[in-house]
C-alpha cells in the first residue's frame, strides 16, 4: 500500500509531462523492436542461404545491420527525450519539498535532525533519477522485448511461446517476494545511515566545541561504534541481493534450457534448422532479460523506500495556518494586544504562560524580564506566530493575528535574535536578505543606524566580504549589529530583540545599545533582555514569572516597589549571575 501511495505521488509529479513522456515511450518502443528482431533476420538469412538464394541473404543481412545500427541510434534518441523529462521534474520536486520543509512550523525545525535531513534529499533525489529511468528506460524496455519475443516464439510453436511467459510470470512473483524482504533490510539500514550523518554533521557544527576539549578521537570513536551497527546492517542488505541472484539465476536458466530441449525435440516434426536458430537467439538474449528485470525491480524498491522519507516530507502538516480569508494591512499601525493568552507546548504538554493580558501601544519600547523559562521568548513566538496560543488572543494593530497571512505579519515586524545565524554569504548578501532590492544607498543607511557602517567599509572587499558558514568570521557584536541593520532594511512597525546583547562584552554592549536607541525612534520596540543596563530607559517593563505576569511598570517604579525585579536588578549589579530555573 505505501508503495502504491509513493508511485502515485511520483506520478503526480511526471504527468506535467504527459506529453513528453507519451513521445518518449513511443519512440523507446521503436528502438527496442529493432534492436530485438535481430533473431528473425537470422533465420531469414538461413532459410535463404538453404535455398542457394544468396541475393536474398544479403538484403536480410543488410536488415540484420540496419536494425542493429537504427535500433542504437533511436535507442539513444529515447535517452535524449527522456533526459528532457527527468532533469525538469528531479528540479521541480527537490524545489517542491525545499519549499515545503521552510513552510514547516517551528516545531518541525525544533525536533528535525539536520544531517538526517540531508541525507533524506541526497537519497530522495538520486531516487528520483533512478526511478524514472528504471520504470521507463528499464523495465518498459523489458516488457516490448518480453513482447516482441513471445510473438515470434508463437509463429513457431505456442507452447515455447507460453513457457516464456510462464517464466517470466514465475519470476516476477519470486522477485516480488524476494524484493519485500529486501525492503526492509534497505529502511534498516537507512535509519542507521541517517544516524551517522547525524553524527557527522553534529561534528562539523561543532567543531569549536570539539577542540576547546580536544575531542576529535572521541568524535572519530562515536562515529566508529555507530559503524558497527551500520556495518551489520549493509551486510544483511547485501546478502539479501545474494539470494535473489541464486534464486533468479536458476529459475530462468533451467527455464531457458527446456525450452531449448522444446525446441530440439521438434526438429523431427518439421521443424527448420532457421527456426531452431530463431528460437535459439530470442530465448538466449531474453535470458539476460530476466536479470535485467530482476535489478530494475530491485532497484525501484531501493528508490520507493529512499523516496518514502523524501517525498513523506510534503505530508506533514502546517499547523500554524494562513486564513482563508486573510485582512489586508497596508496601513496596520504597531499596537500590540495580549489579551487572556495561555500556552502548552504541543509535545511536553507543558504549560507555559497563563491569563496574560498585555497592551503594548504604537511607539512604546516595551521590555520583558525574568528568569529563564518565565515565557519572555515564548511571548514573541506567539506574536510572530511559530505557534498559536492554546488560549486567547493576539492583536496587531487592533486585527487578530490569526487574520493576516504569516507571511504579512513577520513582513511587520524585524527580528533581532540573540544568536544571529547569517548565510555563508557576503555581508551585503545578508544584510539586504529581507529586502533584497534595496539600492546601496538604502542599505549604507541602515548599517549606519546599527553602528556597523564604518566597520564594514573598513575591509579589503568591504560589502563583498564572505562572513562564513552561521557567520563565523564576524565576532558576536558584529554579527549582533548586521543582524540589527538587517531587520532595519524592511522598515518594520515592531522591532523585537531577543536578549540581543546578553553574550557580549562590554565595547560591543555599549555600541549596541546605541544602536537600539537610534533604531527605536517612530516605531514599536519589544525587548527581552538578561542585562538590565539594556533597558533602564524603557517605557514600559513587564516581569513574568511561571508564566505569569507579576510586575508592570518603569524601572524606577520597579525598583521602588522591591518586587521580583528589583531582586534580580540587585543581584545582576552586583555581578552576581541571575538565578537560574
Given at each position: 500500500m505505501l508503495c502504491v501511495k509513493l508511485i502515485i505521488k511520483f506520478y503526480q509529479f511526471v504527468g506535467k509531462y504527459k506529453v513528453r513522456l507519451g513521445v518518449f515511450l513511443f519512440i523507446s518502443t521503436i528502438a527496442v523492436v529493432l534492436e530485438t528482431i535481430s533473431p528473425y533476420w537470422l533465420k531469414r538469412m538461413l532459410v535463404a542461404s538453404e535455398l542457394g538464394n544468396y541475393s536474398e541473404v544479403k538484403i536480410f543481412l543488410g536488415l540484420f545491420g540496419a536494425s542493429l545500427v537504427m535500433g542504437n541510434l533511436v535507442s539513444a534518441w529515447a535517452l535524449y527525450l527522456s533526459d528532457r523529462i527527468l532533469v525538469p521534474l528531479s528540479k521541480e520536486i527537490r524545489e517542491t519539498v525545499f519549499q515545503?520543509?521552510?513552510?514547516?512550523?517551528?516545531?518541525?525545525?525544533?525536533?528535525?535532525?539536520?544531517?538526517?535531513?540531508?541525507?533524506?534529499?541526497?537519497?530522495?533525489?538520486?531516487?528520483?533519477?533512478?526511478?524514472?529511468?528504471?520504470?521507463?528506460?528499464?523495465?518498459?524496455?523489458?516488457?516490448?522485448?518480453?513482447?516482441?519475443?513471445?510473438?515470434?516464439?508463437?509463429?513457431?510453436?505456442?507452447g515455447i511461446a507460453g513457457i516464456l511467459v510462464t517464466i517470466f510470470m514465475m519470476?516476477?512473483?519470486?522477485?516480488?517476494?524476494?524484493?519485500?524482504?529486501?525492503?526492509?533490510?534497505?529502511?534498516?539500514?537507512n535509519q542507521v545511515e541517517d544516524e551517522i550523518s547525524g553524527v557527522i554533521t553534529d561534528g562539523m557544527i561543532n567543531y569549536e566545541t570539539v577542540?576547546?576539549?580536544?575531542a576529535e578521537k572521541k568524535e572519530?570513536?562515536?562515529?566508529?561504534?555507530?559503524?558497527?551497527?551500520w556495518s551489520v546492517k549493509l551486510f544483511k542488505f547485501g546478502d539479501s541481493f545474494r539470494l535473489m541472484d541464486v534464486i533468479i539465476g536458476t529459475t530462468s536458466g533451467l527455464g531457458i534450457v527446456l525450452m531449448l530441449w522444446m525446441t530440439v525435440n521438434q526438429l523431427d516434426n518439421g521443424l527448420s534448422n532457421g527456426d531452431m536458430i530463431m528460437v535459439a537467439g530470442f530465448v538466449t538474449g531474453f535470458y539476460y532479460q530476466f536479470f535485467n528485470l530482476f535489478f530494475r525491480v530491485r532497484d525501484i524498491a531501493k528508490c520507493l523506500t529512499d523516496l518514502q522519507k523524501y517525498l513523506g516530507i510534503l505530508d506533514n502538516e502546517v499547523i500554524v495556518k494562513d486564513p482563508k480569508r486573510p485582512v489586508k494591512i497596508d496601513k496596520i499601525k504597531g499596537k500590540v494586544e495580549f489579551m487572556n493568552i495561555g500556552f502548552v507546548y504541543p509535545k511536553n504538554k507543558e504549560r507555559v504562560l497563563d491569563k496574560i493580558n498585555l497592551n503594548i501601544k504604537e511607539g512604546e519600547q516595551v521590555a520583558f524580564v525574568g528568569r529563564s523559562g518565565a515565557g519572555k521568548t515564548t511571548l514573541v513566538k506567539l506574536l510572530i506566530r511559530f505557534y498559536d496560543p492554546s488560549e486567547g488572543t493576539i492583536k496587531v494593530g487592533g486585527i487578530n493575528i490569526k487574520k493576516i497571512n504569516k507571511s504579512d505579519l513577520r513582513k511587520l515586524m524585524g527580528v533581532v535574535p540573540q544568536e544571529?545565524?547569517?548565510?555563508?554569504?557576503?555581508?551585503?548578501?545578508?544584510?539586504?536578505?529581507?529586502?533584497?532590492e534595496a539600492t546601496m544607498e538604502e542599505i549604507q543607511i541602515v548599517a549606519k543606524r546599527a553602528n556597523i557602517l564604518e566597520f564594514i567599509e573598513k575591509l579589503p572587499k568591504s560589502w563583498e566580504t564572505e562572513v562564513g558558514e552561521r557567520g563565523i568570521k564576524l565576532s558576536g557584536g558584529q554579527k549582533q549589529r548586521?543582524?540589527?541593520?538587517?531587520?532595519?532594511?524592511?522598515?518594520?512597525?515592531?522591532?523585537?530583540?531577543?536578549?540581543?546583547?546578553?553574550?557580549?562584552?562590554s565595547e560591543?554592549?555599549?555600541?549596541?545599545?546605541?544602536?537600539?536607541?537610534?533604531?527605536?525612534k517612530s516605531r514599536t520596540v519589544i525587548i527581552?533582555?538578561?542585562?538590565?543596563?539594556?533597558?533602564?530607559?524603557?517605557?514600559?517593563?513587564?516581569?513574568l514569572s511561571n508564566g505569569n505576569i507579576v510586575e508592570v511598570g518603569k524601572h524606577d517604579q520597579l525598583i521602588k516597589e522591591k518586587g521580583i525585579y528589583e531582586k534580580l536588578w540587585t543581584l545582576q549589579s552586583k555581578g552576581k549571575n541571575i538565578e537560574e530555573n
Open positions: 515545503k520543509v521552510l513552510e514547516l512550523d517551528f516545531a518541525y525545525h525544533v525536533d528535525k535532525n539536520t544531517g538526517s535531513l540531508i541525507s533524506a534529499f541526497r537519497r530522495g533525489d538520486s531516487a528520483v533519477f533512478t526511478l524514472f529511468f528504471n520504470l521507463h528506460n528499464e523495465l518498459y524496455r523489458v516488457l516490448i522485448n518480453l513482447l516482441v519475443t513471445v510473438y515470434f516464439l508463437s509463429t513457431v510453436s505456442w519470476n516476477l512473483g519470486l522477485i516480488t517476494w524476494l524484493v519485500n524482504k529486501n525492503l526492509k533490510t534497505r529502511t534498516e539500514f577542540k576547546y576539549f580536544a572519530r570513536h562515536r562515529l566508529k561504534d555507530k559503524f558497527i551497527i544571529p545565524i547569517l548565510f555563508n554569504n557576503t555581508i551585503k548578501f545578508n544584510l539586504s536578505y529581507g529586502k533584497p548586521l543582524a540589527i541593520a538587517r531587520a532595519l532594511l524592511s522598515d518594520p512597525k515592531i522591532l523585537i530583540f531577543d536578549e540581543a546583547t546578553s553574550s557580549l562584552d560591543s554592549e555599549k555600541m549596541i545599545q546605541e544602536a537600539l536607541k537610534e533604531v527605536s527581552i533582555a538578561h542585562r538590565f543596563s539594556t533597558i533602564r530607559d524603557a517605557d514600559k517593563i513587564v516581569v
